[in-house]
């Protein structure tokens, strides 16, 4: 169904670029020989912000490399393995094909697809496009997180093979366009209504709906 294209991880590293000064783990470097997907994470992969990234809800984050042509036509040039953060760029799949709620055996590991990505302004500073975080995001193009079910080394060239979908009617794009809308009331009710998703993701949808229907 689809083949991982490159594997990635970051160390934390001080972020180019105007705003306050930070620390992230978004320059991502390829790692040739693979790495392991564990349930809290990838290992060798630095999180700088644990309060809105990582986790084992969100340990692994996907990215298409079929999106990489647009985003390099509209920066003007060509962009490195993992230029979006994420740790695993695929081939064969995108946010139209894969669901929330998706198991996947990848190389050794095993995942379930639990959230579309939010960019935040960090990655605008990485690519030095301030715009890039809105363009991204329409439509998702943003890529998509995992937990990892079952632990185990990823190498390129590994293939994905889909081994349940319980949710075909929420692929990670519609997920994310419910995310993004905040006057979605009904969207979010039926996202929430999933058990696969992240305590940050159910908190933000949670949040727009009254306490009543929230809790």
Not at 72 to 101: I, K, Q
Not at 194 to 211: C, F, N, Q, T
């Amino acid at each position: 169904m689809g083949r991982v294209a490159s594997v990635q991880v970051g160390l934390l590293a001080p972020l180019p670029g105007p705003g306050r000064a930070t620390r992230s783990g978004i320059h991502k470097q390829e790692v040739k020989a693979g790495a392991l997907l564990a349930r809290d994470g990838v290992a060798g992969d630095e999180i700088g912000h644990p309060d809105v990234h990582g986790g084992p809800a969100q340990a692994v984050l996907f990215f298409s490399a079929s999106n990489y042509a647009k985003f390099e036509e509209r920066l003007g040039r060509r962009l490195p393995a993992g230029s979006f953060g994420e740790n695993v760029t695929v081939e064969g799949l995108d946010e139209r094909s894969v669901c929330l709620g998706d198991s996947y055996r990848v190389g050794e590991a095993e995942v379930e697809v639990t959230w579309p990505r939010g960019p935040c302004q960090n990655l605008a500073r990485h690519l030095a496009d301030p715009g890039i975080v809105e363009a991204i995001g329409q439509p998702h193009r943003a890529g998509w997180y995992a937990r990892v079910k079952v632990e185990g080394v990823v190498h390129p060239g590994d293939a994905i093979a889909l081994v349940a979908r319980p949710h075909p009617e929420w692929p990670v794009e519609r997920a994310a366009a419910v995310r993004r809308d905040a006057h979605d009331l009904e969207g979010a009710r039926a996202l929430l209504r999933l058990g696969v998703l992240p305590a940050r993701g159910r908190a933000k949808l949670a949040s727009r709906l009254s306490p009543a229907v929230a809790s």
